[in-house]
């Protein structure tokens, strides 16, 4: 009996976000289930109410919001992920910092069939 | 023997069949570059920083969508950023056995985001394969046998392969005195193949993906290359040098291979590889 594959691929490294941030496109068509984590290296300023919108996109050009969302980590070393199934193909995240802070992340998406 | 499995017929491997790896079956091993860092990842040199890690794609477009891979549904996908200049490497990381020929082989094609409704054909700057090699224990050098295929440079057409045994400077990571790094994936100090302009089949939009064969041979005993071909085209190697410097503490009988794609517009370019087959004479 073959097992399920699993891949994680970090998606973003030492970026970072302030304002708005979208991380690159990642194709994961061939995988189930997808769970994003955001881990802060560094979390600075007014961070309540940073939050991530998973987006998904038929041709990686053009994103809609799939409808999962989770709150951005808010202090150093914390981590915060998010969990979506059913998505087709193209995976990215869609970040939204408040004015006057900034996160310096480690994003990774875990991936399975 | 190969004929019997219509994957390999399309290769001609040497006498023993290292790896062969069919992105149908996952991503078997391929992972992305990162550059050396010790203590903080801001100590990692500028040019590897944006790096990304590569993807199983079924190559969809908006127009046509999923054009798959040569056989199955998966090519293996190495993407840059959409910034004109920006690079991205994916390798897969072994040792050797033995020192003798060693021989790569892909079926690869590269493309443009197709987000304009133009043929796009000089976006993609290059795309290339890069051995990171080392003798074994004791021995004298680390060797890094550098190709590209050199599309476009500034917008202009070049369509040639191109060799780099230019070497870039060493730099300390960190403080330990046990880490270095080099920016070998530099723009500069390629020289041209003797004869290798080619023109391949980009095709006439970009969402049309036409498959190529590459084979690179090289002698892991005189660290000299043997072959360069892509499809009907086979090139004079014997004057190129590979990339050499002395050993270093922690790479002995190191056999990497490496893919490269670099980007010529601020578009993202991809560089998909179908299957790759890496054989030796041992």
Request: contains cysteine.
């Amino acid at each position: 009996m073959a097992i399920a594959r699993s891949h994680t691929a970090t998606i973003a490294r030492n970026e970072v976000w302030s304002g708005e941030a979208v991380t690159e496109p990642y194709e994961a068509g061939w995988a189930r289930e997808a769970i994003f984590f955001v881990r802060a290296l560094e979390a600075v300023g007014p961070l309540a109410g940073a939050a991530a919108q998973v987006q998904i996109s038929a041709d990686g050009m053009h994103w809609v919001d799939e409808g999962t969302s989770f709150g951005l980590p808010d202090r150093d070393g914390a981590v915060t992920f998010g969990r979506v199934a059913r998505f087709g193909n193209w995976l990215r995240l869609r970040c939204r910092v408040p004015d006057g802070a900034t996160l310096r992340v480690v994003a990774a998406l875990t991936l399975k069939e | 023997m190969a004929h019997a499995d219509p994957r390999l017929s399309r290769y001609d491997p040497l006498g023993r069949i290292i790896y062969f790896d069919d992105f149908d079956e996952g991503y078997n091993g391929w992972v992305g570059l990162i550059g050396n860092y010790e203590g903080s990842l801001d100590t990692m040199l500028p040019g590897y920083q944006p790096l990304m890690q590569p993807m199983l794609s079924n190559v969809t477009h908006w127009d046509t969508g999923s054009h798959g891979a040569f056989d199955g549904t998966y090519a293996l996908k190495t993407a840059t950023r959409p910034v004109k200049g920006q690079q991205n490497v994916t390798l897969k990381r072994i040792t050797f056995r033995q020192l003798g020929r060693i021989q790569f082989e892909c079926y690869f094609a590269f493309k443009p985001e197709a987000n304009t409704m133009q043929l796009s054909e000089l976006d993609v700057r290059s795309i290339g394969v890069i051995f990171d090699l080392q003798h074994g224990e004791g021995g004298a050098n680390r060797v890094m046998p550098h190709i590209r295929y050199l599309n476009a440079l500034d917008g202009v057409p070049m369509a040639k392969w191109q060799y780099k045994f230019r070497r870039q400077p060493f730099h300390d990571i960190g403080g330990s005195g046990k880490t270095v790094s080099h920016y070998h994936l530099a723009p500069e100090g390629w020289d041209d193949v003797p004869g290798g302009a080619q023109k391949l089949c980009y095709n006439e939009v970009p969402t049309k993906i036409n498959w190529h064969y590459l084979k690179i041979g090289f002698d892991l005993k005189t660290m000299r290359y043997t072959e360069l071909r892509c499809n009907d085209r086979s090139f004079d190697v014997s004057t190129m040098l590979p990339m050499t410097m002395p050993a270093m503490a922690n790479l002995w009988c190191m056999l990497n291979v490496c893919l490269l794609v670099e980007n010529d517009a601020d578009k993202r370019s991809f560089f998909y590889v179908d299957s790759a087959l890496l054989s030796g004479e041992f």
